[in-house]
């Protein structure tokens, strides 16, 4: 079973629309979540970072995690054409040595149509 | 304030040639990640340096991919003798503090295509 599992999508919702992106984790032991968008051919960019429980909300963005579950959720309301990218959640696998190293889920495809 | 860069952004191999992959990270950043994405995919964690030694190389596919960071600051993802499966984008990472909570800077990628 891999660590985090992220429907690939593609996904398109028309412009405004809020959207609802979802991963589960395997390790009840995992205590960070991270959300990352990627533009085609960039790399990765840290959007929220979340520890433990709860909610945390950014402008547009709300980033939600329930540890009863297992389950990582980031929402975008008001969606604009410029959000269409591929949305990778990420867990820290703490090693030896602060070895951080991240574990990601496939990535979803994002399209917001204008 | 530049953030991490790669180069070259692109490079196309030929197969059983070697390939030299640069990072350059943010001016600082102690910790270093490579990662491999295939097409399709997250990012893959390859190996994990903290200043010039590298701590973590679980994640290296085989003993033709090698890494270094000799002064802890540029690193170099060497892969000797390319094959097709090999072809994905080579990212970097880094960070400012080794721990929990630092958060990872990526760069842009280099997109290596063997043929």
């Known amino acids: 079973q891999k660590e985090v599992e992220q429907d690939p999508g593609p996904l398109s919702v028309p412009e405004g629309a809020i959207v609802s992106l979802n991963c589960t984790y395997s390790n009840s032991a995992f205590q960070y979540f991270m959300w990352y968008r990627q533009y085609s051919r960039k790399g990765p960019e840290l959007l929220m970072y979340?520890?433990?429980?709860g909610n945390k909300e950014d402008g547009r963005f709300t980033a939600q995690v329930d540890k009863s579950s297992k389950y990582i959720s980031l929402f975008i309301r008001d969606s604009q054409p410029s959000d269409s990218a591929t949305y990778l959640c990420a867990i820290p696998l703490s090693g030896a040595f602060g070895n951080e190293k991240l574990t990601f889920g496939t990535g979803t495809r994002l399209t917001i149509i204008p | 304030g530049a953030g991490v860069s790669q180069s070259p952004r692109y490079k196309v191999a030929k197969r059983g040639q070697d390939v030299a992959l640069r990072c350059d990270p943010i001016s600082g950043h102690v910790s270093l990640f490579w990662y491999q994405q295939a097409l399709g995919q997250g990012p893959e964690f390859l190996t994990y340096?903290?200043?010039?030694?590298?701590?973590?190389k679980s994640g290296l596919p085989s003993d033709r991919f090698f890494a270094e960071r000799p002064e802890g600051s540029v690193s170099t993802l060497k892969i000797q003798r390319t094959q097709q499966e090999d072809s994905a984008v080579y990212l970097c990472?880094?960070?400012?503090?080794?721990?929990?909570?630092?958060?990872?800077?990526f760069g842009p990628g280099t997109r290596l295509t063997v043929t």
């Open positions: 990472a880094s960070s400012s503090n080794p721990g929990q909570g630092a958060s990872q800077y």
């Open positions: 979340t520890y433990s429980s």
């Open positions: 340096f903290q200043n010039e030694a590298q701590l973590d």
